[in-house]
């Protein structure tokens, strides 16, 4: 698929950014994250790490267009905190991993 980031034209797929994530370590999510694989990123590090650009030089938005737009799972501040609420450790820990949650 072709987006633009930055005013710059990717050529990104689905499995291109699970390869280009693979074995990197998520930060501390403060801000709009997308989960990739079991994992929770920051956008603004999965923009940095698929683009080789400067932070600074994208917003958050064109990487979660992007990221939508490839079927990725895009979520805002806090609502992982609001999703798990109320739910027992083991339902937590589902949650915390994308799996479903069986109430």
Known sequence: M???????????????VLEAMKGIKPEQVLAESVIIGRRTYPLKQVGQIITRQDRRDFSAGEVL????????????????AAATRG????????????LPVTV
């Open 65 to 80: 267009r992007a990221m939508t737009a490839l079927g990725f799972t895009c979520r805002a501040p806090g609502q992982d």
């Open 2 to 16: 072709r987006c633009v980031i930055a005013r710059f034209p990717f050529e990104l797929t689905k499995e291109s």
């Open 87 to 98: 739910l027992s450790p083991l339902q937590q820990a589902s949650a915390l991993l994308g």
